[in-house]
């Protein structure tokens, strides 16, 4: 955060009297909190809606949004946060466009080589292999235009030393097939070629001699491309695509767009803010690049790329059209991106979309008209949405991240003790009801697996013995390594809780309560939710919570979603076990999971509320934990639908 000025600190001083005032010292750690917590919140969308001058002749829409170009000019850029250290112990060589490096930053230790440095770099830095890519502007244009074409010299006296020092070189054509035959010369002089279109593999093994040429797509980073939401502004507005219209060449893009765009502006009339496009080329004078009437008239302005990241997050519907359609594994990297984002993306047909994403997950369109009806429907839709971006981005965190590309090159090129580990978790139960064993067994058993996340029961019978079979039984459900605790009526679930930590052997810990349910994809979703968030802890505070009295459910401050926050529901609490050890649950039966959070809160770390799926919470009338009347549940939810409404909680 920034220094503040002098108005800055009388505000804030200002307003710490007020809290004082109310609440005494109780109240102004809780403002302090809250405070501290809006530095983890991206600021980002902040136009402001209406003017606090009666007679100033500020325009919106209905809804209040501001009109394009005012939202453009407002558009902050998408906090750009220091990528987290690399965990894999590699150090690269790399030359590359600023986009790839960002996005392989967090996966390794990046050395930028320069034409004038490489030689000492090489010395020096006891690299690992080299990554080069088919860069235009490589490392900050130190390499501008040195790899198309005829590949520089001091680049080919790079690999030269490379190759005498037994150093794997790598080369990723991420411009295939519009641009191979540029790159061809310099994809010669290195040991692997990969490439973002598998259809070029075979003109690689004629031209280049060797087979040593693979594929790798496009992808999401994480911690770039994720569903935290803005403060302010998250799918506020309408539809939205970025790019440039060609007029004088690429005629079947430029059909693809008509489609597309034509339908948008259709359907715009009876939306908010309707279709807005972000042009390339706004603002020059080549008449073919600019878009034709009526078109023209959706034009809002033209963003850099962290400012296309907040984009991302403000509109309900990106829309896509494809350079290539017949490759089965080149598409847009935003179409990775934009799904990572929890934003609804509608393209025109391409091979490679459909065998990255089943249409429960991105909507692909042939005609005018199927366009207009989707486009209705996802505006219309939150919980179409919703479902959709939900199971999209749970495919990208198990399948399409750049951490998945980077493991990719590591196998091939002999490296594979390098690649990313998979994680571990322990589920935490603890449990005074014999009757609900069961219950817990087959909600563990469930999730156990899923998505190649290995979940270990450690389950403490808490003023009971553990029947004699359980382990046995925990082993039927597939359920290994399962550690069983007994402790005695008087001891408090706190120290059960640092009980089952201190026997929990997953890398993560994750607190279940024993009357819940939990769908079979919950623990995997969080922990994709640490990974992205970064977060000391996850959780949910938007959730879902069954009323058995009223056989009602209800959704729980939905606000919440996706978002960092104070509080978090304590049967979703899910954390590292080293957390769990640093910061101990308090020696308390009530209110240790609130504690737990405020102490990490304190430690200064980062809360984070994921989804509000595959958790659903029981209010019994009678034998639960915690008293709170199902009035007092719904001053911070609603009722959605009767009966438990699983279906749309768990998936």
């Known amino acids: 955060m920034g220094k503040l000025n002098l108005r800055d600190k009388i505000r804030s001083t200002r307003k710490t009297l007020w809290h004082f005032r109310q609440g005494g010292f109780k109240q102004v750690q809780e403002h302090n909190r809250r405070a501290a917590l809006q530095a983890f919140q991206p600021m980002v969308i902040t136009p402001r809606t209406r003017n606090l001058n009666p007679f100033a002749k500020t325009k919106t829409t209905r809804a209040g949004q501001p009109l394009g170009p005012d939202f453009v000019r407002a558009l902050g850029p998408w906090p750009n946060e220091k990528p987290t250290a690399g965990f894999r112990p590699l150090k690269v060589g790399v030359i590359m466009d600023p986009f790839t490096t960002s996005c392989f930053a967090p996966e390794w230790e990046q050395i930028a080589l320069g034409p004038n440095t490489w030689e000492e770099q090489l010395k020096t830095e006891n690299l690992d292999f080299v990554l080069i890519e088919s860069a235009w502007h490589g490392n900050d244009d130190q390499w501008r235009y040195g790899l198309s074409g005829k590949p520089w010299d001091k680049l080919r006296a790079l690999l030269t030393a490379c190759h005498e020092q037994k150093l794997p070189t790598v080369f990723w ?25 598998s259809n070029c593999i075979p003109r690689y093994q004629e031209d280049l001699g060797h087979d040593r040429i693979y594929p790798l797509p496009f992808a999401a980073q994480p911690q770039i491309h994720n569903p935290i939401r803005p403060e302010k502004g998250y799918a506020s507005r309408d539809i939205a695509f970025a790019g440039t219209y060609f007029t004088h060449k690429f005629p079947e893009r430029r059909a693809q767009m008509d489609i597309l765009l034509g339908a948008a502006a259709d359907v715009s009339p009876k939306m908010d803010t309707g279709l807005e496009i972000y042009s390339r080329e706004m ?32 509109y309900k519907v990106f829309l896509n059209v494809n350079s290539v359609t017949d490759s089965p594994s080149m598409c847009a990297r935003r179409i990775f991106e934009i799904l990572a984002c929890n934003t609804s993306v509608v393209s025109t047909p391409s091979a490679a979309i459909r065998n990255f994403f089943p249409e429960t997950e991105l909507s692909v369109v042939e005609t005018q008209e199927e366009a207009a009806t989707m486009l209705r429907a996802l505006v219309g839709s939150p919980l179409l949405r919703d479902r959709m971006n939900h199971l999209a981005a749970r495919r990208i965190w198990n399948q399409h991240t750049y951490s998945h590309r980077a493991d990719t090159i590591l196998k091939t090129i002999g490296l594979q003790s390098a690649s990313q580990p998979r994680p571990t978790v322990s589920a935490l139960v603890s449990t005074i009801r014999p009757g609900q064993i069961d219950h817990v067994l087959k909600t563990v058993a469930a999730m156990n697996g899923v998505d190649e996340l290995p979940v270990q029961l450690c389950l403490l019978t808490h003023g009971f013995d553990a029947p004699t079979d359980l382990k046995q039984r925990a082993a039927d459900l597939g359920l290994e390594n399962t550690q069983i605790l007994t402790a005695p009526a008087d001891q ?88 769990a050890l640093e910061i101990p649950f308090e020696n308390r039966t009530t209110g240790e999971d609130t504690a737990f959070l405020t102490a990490v809160g304190e430690a200064g770390g980062k809360l984070y509320s994921a989804d509000r799926f595959n958790f659903l919470r029981r209010r019994s009338s009678q034998n639960h934990t915690w008293d709170i009347s199902d009035h007092e549940v719904l001053k911070t939810g609603s009722i959605i639908s009767y009966g438990k409404n699983t279906e749309n909680v768990m998936f």
């Open 173 to 197: 054509n991420k411009e295939d097939p519009a641009h191979y035959e540029d790159f061809l010369e310099t994809a010669r002089l290195f040991d692997y070629i990969f490439t973002t279109d």
């Open 283 to 314: 603002g020059t004078n080549d008449e073919r690049y600019q878009f034709p009437a009526p078109l023209d008239q959706r034009v809002i302005g033209s963003v850099d790329y962290q400012r296309m990241l907040t984009a991302y997050r403000a």
């Open 492 to 579: 408090t679930l706190g120290e059960c809780l640092n009980q089952l930590v201190q026997a929990a052997e997953g890398q993560y810990v994750a607190k279940i309560d024993d009357d819940d349910w939990y769908g079979a994809h919950y623990l995997s979703d969080q922990i994709h939710a640490l990974n992205y968030s970064q977060a000391q802890v996850v959780g949910k505070q938007a959730h879902y919570t069954y009323l058995e009295s009223l056989n009602a459910a209800a959704l729980i401050s939905p606000e919440r979603e996706h978002r960092f926050t104070h509080f978090l529901a304590g049967p979703t609490l899910v954390t590292a076990k080293e957390t």
